[in-house]
């Protein structure tokens, strides 16, 4: 797939608040494909979370434009889901009910639509555990829970905004490798905010550095580890020579 998913042209973006307006965003070109799965890293407080905001149509830019898919994002899109750091699951219902909460908030919801979410339950290992609740199940399992219910609309763009921080070391090292793979196995494009250029390169085909506030692209890293599940990549002798790279540029 070479089509391009979302494209930043001359993207800016200014807030405003009681001290007067920022410049979080400066000037901002980047093109995304279809498929890709990019890695977004930079000082904290530089605008990566701001950037999401901007693809799913929750603010808008100052100056330039975003399109997906060629289209101009005037407005949030069902084009795009969110996925955050907390599972956000309902304790109340079943894992199961939880998974189907967005095709039900659409308007979606009807028998083609639940069984590919019972077939996404079933292919990712969760289907024995659609009666059970959230609190009967471990971080990972909760957060592939949280995935499948973002896949379940058919997204075409998933926006993961630090989505393992959440979680203990171990279990961010696993759950960031089994969800990766999802997303790859399911065709779609990807954008990760992390502050960990360890689990960027692990996870990432391109990683695209920021600068201090406002954000500009300072330099993106092609990560040449494609076909690598994300644990065996760490093992690689290119994983402390892209580490090395990209912490020098961060300095």
């Known amino acids: 797939m070479n089509n391009i998913a979302v494209n930043f042209s001359n993207v800016s973006y200014r807030y405003h608040t009681v001290e007067g307006e920022t410049l979080a965003v400066d000037n901002l070109n980047l093109e995304i494909k279809?498929?890709?799965f990019i890695g977004i890293v930079g000082p904290s407080g530089c605008g990566k979370s701001t950037l999401l905001s901007l693809v799913s149509g929750l603010i808008k830019p100052t100056s330039g434009k975003i399109e997906i898919l060629?289209?101009?994002?005037?407005?949030?899109?069902?084009?795009?889901?969110?996925?955050?750091q907390q599972d956000q699951l309902f304790e109340w219902r079943t894992i199961l009910k939880n998974t189907l909460l967005g095709l039900e908030i659409q308007h979606k919801l009807n028998d083609e639509t639940k069984q590919n979410v019972i077939n996404l339950l079933k292919r990712y290992g969760l289907y024995d555990f659609k009666d059970s609740y959230p609190r009967q199940l471990s971080g990972g399992m909760r957060q592939r829970a949280a995935l499948i219910r973002t896949l379940a609309v058919s997204p075409d763009i998933l926006l993961l905004d630090e989505p393992f921080s959440a979680l203990d070391y171990q279990t961010r090292l696993n759950v960031a490798d089994e969800i990766t793979q999802i997303i790859k196995k399911e065709g779609k494009t990807a954008l990760l905010v992390t502050h960990d250029i360890s689990e960027a390169i692990s996870t990432c085909d391109r990683i695209i550095a920021l600068s201090y506030r406002p954000a500009s692209l300072k330099k993106i890293f092609e990560i040449d580890l494609a076909?690598?599940?994300?644990?065996?990549r760490r093992k690689s002798p290119l994983f402390p020579e892209y580490f090395n790279e990209i912490w020098k540029e961060l300095e």
């Open 70 to 84: 060629g289209v101009p994002v005037t407005e949030p899109s069902k084009k795009v889901a969110y996925m955050l």
């Open 34 to 36: 279809e498929g890709e």
């Open 227 to 232: 076909g690598t599940p994300p644990l065996e």
